[in-house]
């Protein structure tokens, strides 16, 4: 394999165009290959990266030599042209959702263990340092036992998000699988494996076919609880874009959080890092006070270090730190949310069959 990785991109979008900066920002890597819409902007995009320009990724993958491929295109193409990437051997970072269908999410899974091909699921957020920053306090005396989580997305998406991509108003592309994925991924790390799930949801801002705004409450199968509101037409900066400072393109809310973790002994606000605790020896009361900190840690890109762990796995340094079968579990949460909400009740994963036997251990 070649020094240098030559990168097919498909899906020159939003997150796209970032993916393409960061390779180009590296030596050892080269965007080679752009797969996009015979109509608009995409061609001129991949001409301006000196990149191959296609319409099919088949083709792309026929005709280039590649050593890797990054899925960001809208969420119907991702299975497609994922199984396309799994089939030839090219290992493959996938945007979140990894599909919008949680059979194909298990299919790609699968795929990618049968064929022993690398595949990350882009849940970006797992490399930034404040979850590591988080994971320290959380797991240490001054925090005790998780009791209970409140986390919350509320931003108000612009009418041109929707003009530039009507397929966000369509089945598969609301906030849900967008943006609160991302969520559910951060939930599962923190909290552990989820038991019941109970959702409302609403659509009555914009009246698409799909939902605006959602209320959660979980049930993990360690006891503790949690409860989650998105909402993408809230004028509101408790989102993890507008208080992690992550993302220059978005106002930041530096003291501001959209995570509250709740324990025996402490507590947490995420990402702005503030902790609460009794001092060692103080018995937790709420007639007594709170020894403070701020939990200190590095910032730093976390779509770049995505790339960098990337290029890790492509040189045989390491295994995907978040695999298809993650994306796929995160998916199973997501579809018994789904399920609730058109149920309108409490959805139990492990009696729906949500999580199979095999993945009992994951």
């Not at 240490?140 to 929707?162: E, T």
């Not at 959209?258 to 103080?282: I, K, Q, W």
């Amino acid at each position: 394999m070649s020094t240098v990785f030559r990168f097919l991109l498909a899906g020159p979008g939003l997150i796209g165009k970032q993916h393409a900066q960061l390779i180009n920002s590296r030596s050892d890597c080269e965007l080679s290959a752009v797969v996009g819409s015979p109509v608009g902007q995409d061609s001129g995009f991949a001409s301006a990266f000196n990149a191959s320009f296609y319409t099919d990724i088949k083709d792309a993958l026929e005709m280039e030599r590649v050593d890797a491929a990054i899925i960001s295109s809208p969420n119907p193409f991702h299975f497609e042209q994922a199984k396309s990437c799994i089939a030839k051997g090219v290992p493959v970072l996938i945007e979140k959702p990894i599909t919008d269908d949680i059979a194909d999410a298990r299919k790609l899974a699968e795929l990618a263990q049968e064929l022993e091909v690398p595949v990350l699921a882009g849940h970006h957020r797992m490399y930034s340092p404040l979850l590591d920053a988080a994971d320290s306090f959380l797991n240490s005396p001054r925090f005790g036992r998780l009791v209970a989580v409140q986390g919350s997305a509320l931003f108000y998406k612009p009418a041109g998000y929707f003009k530039e991509g009507a397929w966000r108003t369509k089945k598969g592309g609301g906030p849900a699988l967008i943006n609160l994925i991302h969520e559910i991924g951060l939930m599962r790390k923190f909290g552990g494996k989820i038991k019941d799930v109970f959702a409302l949801v609403g659509n009555n801002v914009r009246n698409f076919e799909v939902e605006d705004t959602v209320a959660i409450t979980f049930e993990f199968l360690n006891g503790a609880l949690g409860s989650f509101l998105l909402s993408d037409t809230a004028a509101s900066s408790k989102s993890w874009e507008m208080t992690s400072g992550e993302n220059p393109a978005y106002p930041y809310f530096p003291e501001e959080y959209c995570y509250h973790f709740a324990g025996t002994n402490g507590s947490l606000d995420v990402p702005s890092m503030h902790a609460r605790y009794y001092a060692e020896g103080t018995e937790p009361s709420w007639w007594n006070a709170f020894e403070s900190d701020t939990i200190a840690f590095t910032p730093r890109n976390p779509l770049e270090l995505q790339l960098g762990h990337f290029v890790e796995v492509l040189r045989g340094n390491a295994q995907p730190k978040v695999t298809a079968r993650d994306g796929y579990l995160n998916m199973q949460v997501l579809d018994a949310i789904q399920t609730s909400i058109s149920k309108r009740a409490v959805v139990t994963l492990e009696s729906a069959g949500v999580y199979h036997s095999a993945d009992m251990a994951s």
